[in-house]
């Protein structure tokens, strides 16, 4: 009866959803999201005065902004396991580095938001002070934006990994025609993600934007847009077009 629901309810529906029970492997993995999320959230000590209760219940702000790419990263990673339900070994070793690279990103993430709020409120206010607290100056938010953008990186070319390793187990598991499509778009709209974090690494270090390289993160939804249409373009013309090169994207 479940599954029958599932079926016609849930948010995917032009694949076919296989991972029918949490395995063992999502179980961890939920854990660590949401450890990652109680870091952001968590990262001091609890409030012991008004003032600093009312500190901790602002900083929801930063932290809902880190917590919405957090959710985006596991959004990806519980997608895979629910459309191929896959276990191998080599997912293991992905999911493996996956969960370690979320933890690595969780303070980095958090600092970034937190830095460019209280520079906001700062610029509405005169009072850096809360800024200045943080150690965020310009170097270190733009070395901070880029140990972000690394961690990112990283995190979306082991979910690429991951999806192109269900390609090449589309006859195992039963992928049709239209669901290695999709697959394959996900692998590049991937890999646009992580040339997007090679961009925003090289615009924090090299370039005068420094900590405002982050900007750079809207370029995710016409890279989504970009990396869908060259595949579906590909897919009519598979000979001429690197895209379909092989079975692993």
Same mark, same amino acid.
């Given at each position: 009866?479940?599954?029958?629901?599932?079926?016609?309810?849930?948010?995917?529906?032009?694949?076919?959803?296989?991972?029918?029970?949490?395995?063992?492997?999502?179980?961890?993995?939920?854990?660590?999201?949401?450890?990652?999320?109680?870091?952001?959230?968590?990262?001091?000590?609890?409030?012991?005065?008004?003032?600093?209760?009312?500190?901790?219940?602002?900083?929801?702000?930063?932290?809902?902004?880190?917590?919405?790419?957090?959710?985006?990263?596991?959004?990806?990673?519980?997608?895979?396991?629910?459309?191929?339900?896959?276990?191998?070994?080599?997912?293991?070793?992905?999911?493996?580095?996956?969960?370690?690279?979320?933890?690595?990103?969780?303070?980095?993430?958090?600092?970034?938001?937190?830095?460019?709020?209280?520079?906001?409120?700062?610029?509405?206010?005169?009072?850096?002070?809360?800024?200045?607290?943080?150690?965020?100056?310009?170097?270190?938010?733009?070395?901070?934006?880029?140990?972000?953008?690394?961690?990112?990186?990283?995190?979306?070319?082991?979910?690429?990994?991951?999806?192109?390793?269900?390609?090449?187990?589309?006859?195992?598991?039963?992928?049709?025609?239209?669901?290695? *499509?999709?697959?394959?778009?996900?692998?590049? +709209?991937?890999?646009?993600?992580?040339?997007?974090?090679?961009?925003?690494?090289?615009?924090?270090?090299?370039?005068? +934007?420094?900590?405002?390289?982050?900007? *750079?993160?809207?370029?995710?939804?016409?890279?989504?847009?970009?990396?869908?249409?060259?595949?579906?373009?590909?897919?009519?013309?598979?000979?001429?077009?690197?895209?379909?090169?092989?079975?692993?994207?």
């Amino acid at each position: 009866m479940r599954s029958e629901i599932a079926k016609h309810l849930d948010h995917d529906p032009d694949f076919e959803w296989r991972g029918q029970s949490v395995t063992r492997i999502e179980n961890l993995s939920d854990i660590v999201f949401a450890l990652a999320l109680g870091m952001m959230l968590f990262g001091g000590p609890p409030p012991q005065t008004f003032s600093e209760l009312v500190h901790f219940l602002i900083s929801i702000i930063p932290v809902t902004a880190s917590f919405v790419i957090l959710l985006m990263m596991w959004n990806s990673h519980f997608v895979f396991f629910r459309r191929y339900a896959l276990a191998d070994n080599k997912v293991v070793l992905l999911n493996s580095a996956l969960l370690l690279m979320v933890l690595f990103t969780a303070y980095p993430l958090r600092f970034i938001f937190d830095s460019f709020f209280w520079y906001i409120v700062g610029s509405a206010t005169g009072d850096f002070s809360q800024l200045r607290e943080t150690d965020m100056d310009w170097i270190n938010s733009a070395r901070s934006m880029a140990i972000f953008g690394a961690g990112y990186g990283v995190i979306y070319t082991l979910l690429s990994f991951m999806y192109a390793h269900a390609i090449s187990k589309a006859d195992s598991i039963g992928l049709s025609e239209r669901e290695i *499509l999709l697959t394959r778009q996900t692998v590049w +709209i991937f890999r646009g993600e992580v040339a997007i974090a090679i961009l925003l690494i090289c615009a924090a270090l090299f370039t005068p +934007i420094g900590p405002f390289a982050g900007t *750079l993160m809207f370029l995710n939804w016409p890279n989504a847009y970009l990396m869908s249409y060259l595949v579906k373009k590909s897919s009519r013309k598979p000979a001429a077009s690197v895209l379909h090169a092989g079975p692993d994207a």
